[in-house]
């Protein structure tokens, strides 16, 4: 693809071009980092990188380069150099759609595999696609373009919209009811029963989880993630929520639109997560916690009590992160605090 093909591409895209420079036109073949691109290939400077990579854009081998506009240093520096570029609003957006447009998808649908096996009254839109050993159970419906990768197990009652990607090896439970443009990573499981036993005088007793799971719009669930469906009701995740590899939701959660959860993330039953919250890898959430509009928790932190809309949280029990950092600070200052308060109380008992 030539150099300007991207540029008339990305206008029509997200990422805000405000300025360009064609000079050489190169071919771009393939995409790289700063530190290692070289010739015909295309690389990106992110609005908030480092001086050390801002740096490489005065010596970058790349034959092109995606760069921000809001920034004036850099914007002087594209000006001298040879190399072709492109001055953006967001780089890092348009080289995410430059991805897209130098590696297009190679999923495409190839029709029901002989070997898979289709239950009764099971409704299939046009374009759908069914892999090899692929199981779907009776009364299910599976909307235009979806694709269903080998080894998927979908149970019966189950809806799911158009244009859904479902990986290998995974399972979507009885009820469950998926909207359009979901990706179902490989391994994932949706609306698995959840946690729930009862203490008795004869030991646990098993509590029926008869709700369901539903997934929004344009939700994404990682590799080996599982959402749990409750004992009656809904687990609900809002639309274009994004989780990783990994992660478990509890029965009854919901969330908001537009989450997004790292690795690891543990969500306890009944929790309420609301639009844009952004849980980082292993944060722990307790059973019917709160969390308010676009919160935002770093890497393991432990929330077990409400948290208000907007708020930055760290540590465990969760507390305010600017607080969370002071504290960090000070750990490894500890002993030494420690051994200045036995002394101070030595003092005072002479």
Known sequence: ????????????????????????????????????????????????????????????????????????????????????????????????????????????????????????????????????????????????????HAGVVIYKNVSIGAKNLIHANSVIHTGSKLGDECVINANAVIGGEGFGFVPTSQGWKKMPQVGIVILKNKVEVGSGSTIDRPSVGKTIIGEDTKIDNLVQIGHGVTTGKGCAMAAQVGIAGGAQIGDGVILAGQVGVSNRVKIGDRVIASSKTGIVSNIDAGKVVSGFPAIPNKLWLRCSANFKKLPEIAKAIRQLDRRKSR
């Open 1 to 148: 693809m030539q150099f300007n093909e991207i540029v008339e591409k990305l206008k029509q895209g997200q990422s805000g071009v405000v300025d360009f420079k064609i000079k050489n036109n190169p071919a771009i073949l393939t995409a790289a980092s700063l530190e290692k691109a070289k010739e015909n290939e295309i690389s990106f400077l992110d609005k908030n990188s480092p001086l050390n990579l801002r740096n490489l854009i005065k010596t970058s081998k790349a034959s092109a380069l995606l760069l921000p506009a809001n920034d004036n240093d850099i914007v002087e520096i594209a000006k001298k150099i040879s190399v072709d570029w492109i001055l953006l609003k967001d780089p890092k957006i348009a080289f995410a759609e430059t991805l897209e447009l130098l590696y297009p998808s190679e999923i495409k649908s190839t029709g029901i595999h002989k070997s898979s096996v289709i239950g009764q009254n099971v409704k299939i839109g046009v374009n759908v696609s069914i892999g090899a050993n692929a199981y779907i159970g009776d009364n299910t419906e599976i909307g235009d373009g979806t694709i269903v």
